[in-house]
């Protein structure tokens, strides 16, 4: 596969991210009403952004040195992790009682939510940092990026307004520097199948 496919397939990814993430906003605000699908949907947003900072770390890793790597490992298991949260909250606590849920979430459960938001949030600040001192990336995309994750990544701990406002900016940010990613071109030699 050549990179540049690689970067059009995860610049997709990024796309489908900021439409997810603007869905989700506009169902959380009653904009959108409370489906199936709407509702089914709710938790790929995380997923197609995994996805997208795999192709933006790429894009910068000549660049971005360790401290990039130390950021995209941290946005990815952000992510993942807000992926596991999200599906959690859609797919599994709708069929448990409110009882069972608040003892989820006064235990471990919400531990690990909180761990998953902190590494989250030092994940998103990490890769900014070491994604505008690559240059690779529009500067004012990765600036709305870590602004918008931070409230974007405190779901539960920031005033629902706030979360959706973060959430906004966050899906500009994604979306943006996604249609970089989109127009990347080949770098260096395509990639082998065992490289990389």
């Known amino acids: 596969m050549r990179q540049s496919a690689l970067y059009r397939a995860t610049g997709a990814a990024g796309l489908v991210c900021a439409v997810l993430l603007?869905?989700?906003i506009l169902r959380r605000a009653?904009?959108?009403p409370e489906t199936a699908l709407t509702h089914a949907i709710a938790p790929f947003g995380a997923l197609a952004g995994?996805?997208?900072i795999t192709g933006l770390y790429l894009l910068i890793r000549g660049t971005a040195g360790?401290?990039?790597?130390?950021?995209y490992l941290l946005n990815s298991a952000g992510l993942a992790g807000a992926f596991a949260i999200e599906y959690t909250l859609h797919y599994v606590f709708p069929l448990l009682g409110r009882p069972?849920?608040?003892?989820?979430l006064a235990g471990g459960t919400g531990r690990a939510f909180l761990v998953t938001?902190?590494?989250?949030?030092?994940g998103v600040l990490t890769f900014s940092v070491a994604a505008?001192?690559?240059?690779?990336l529009p500067a004012v995309a990765i600036a709305l990026y870590a602004a918008g994750m931070i409230p974007g990544s405190l779901r539960n701990l920031v005033p629902v307004p706030v979360y959706l406002v973060g959430l906004v900016i966050a899906a500009v940010g994604i979306a943006w520097m996604?249609?970089?990613l989109w127009t990347a071109r080949e770098e260096t030699a395509p990639l082998q199948a065992s490289g990389v």
Do not use: P
Request: cysteine-free; overall charge positive; glycine content about 14%.
């Open 30 to 32: 009653g904009a959108l």
């Open 66 to 71: 360790r401290l990039g790597l130390i950021g």
């Open 100 to 104: 069972t849920i608040d003892g989820l």
């Open 132 to 136: 505008l001192r690559s240059g690779a």
């Open 50 to 52: 995994l996805f997208a």
């Open 22 to 24: 603007l869905v989700n």
């Open 178 to 180: 996604s249609a970089r």
């Open 117 to 122: 938001s902190v590494v989250l949030i030092a």
